[in-house]
């Protein structure tokens, strides 16, 4: 099984997810010094310094692409198109995502500090455009209606979710054409 790992950081999340140590994993990230760690630990994996919403890769090529936390700091109705263009026929997309109390939670964090409070404001306001559109323009909060919304103009199918108090996780598969 071929998996495309989204902001792969340190490269845990196939550890957390207990995939199988024979599975080709590939780790895309944008941070050099989480790829670094990363192929430090993991010397047998392939990590490559590349934005979601940008793969470097040829369409069809992984039967899993997983992302832990990562989609909410990119632009995802981009990062799911691509997510869909290089998954195979099948394939599934599985994502853990914020929830608006996180989001609230680094707001009162950010409390009194102008320009870190005004941040997590705009996070919070475009976490709503989410939730009402599908769309975002940069950091966001997510809901299972924007999600669902931002799957489905992605090409995704069977898209199904679960909670945690921590956060919350969205499958969804990528469909015969």
């Not at 404001?121 to 559109?133: C, E, K, R, T």
Request: glycine share 8%; hydrophobic share 45%; proline share 6%.
């Amino acid at each position: 099984m071929r998996v495309l790992d989204l902001g792969c950081g340190a490269g845990l999340t196939p550890q957390k997810l207990n995939l199988p140590a024979d599975w080709e994993i590939v780790g895309v990230d944008t941070s050099y010094q989480a790829l670094r760690k990363a192929r430090e630990s993991f010397p047998n994996r392939s990590f490559i310094c590349a934005k979601a919403e940008s793969l470097p890769f040829r369409g069809s090529q992984f039967e899993c692409v997983i992302s832990n936390v990562a989609l909410p700091y990119t632009n995802i109705p981009n990062s799911l198109a691509e997510a869909n263009r290089v998954l195979a026929v099948g394939g599934t997309l599985l994502a853990s995502l914020h929830n608006v109390r996180f989001t609230l939670a680094e707001l009162r964090q950010a409390l009194p500090r102008l320009r870190a409070s005004v941040y997590r404001a705009w996070v919070l306001l475009n976490g709503i455009i989410f939730h009402l559109f599908g769309r975002v323009f940069g950091e966001s909060f997510q809901t299972e209606r924007g999600m669902r919304l931002a799957l489905k103009r992605a090409g995704f199918a069977g898209v199904a979710f679960r909670n945690d108090p921590k956060r919350w996780f969205v499958e969804a598969m990528k469909p015969q054409p």
